[in-house]
């Protein structure tokens, strides 16, 4: 979620996947950079966009499992 949020300061997901129990947010074009540089401790993000992100990631996730477990339960 927090490499997400850093990803999403400079380009916005294109849709969610879920593996088992996982999602994974899925980005255009050059994600692996902007990952490179967040492990790397390079990258560089404005403060309040972030965690900004933070929480619309959080939401999308959620949704996400409200959305699944109400398609197992119809």
Known sequence: LMLASAISCF???IRIETQEN???FVFNGKAEKLAN???T???RVNA???AGNVKTLKDWIFSKKRESEYN???
């Open 22 to 24: 996982r999602f994974i």
């Open 48 to 50: 309040r966009d972030y």
């Open 41 to 43: 401790g390079s990258l």
């Open 11 to 13: 380009q916005k997901p």
């Open 72 to 74: 197992k339960g119809a």
């Open 37 to 39: 540089d967040y492990w």
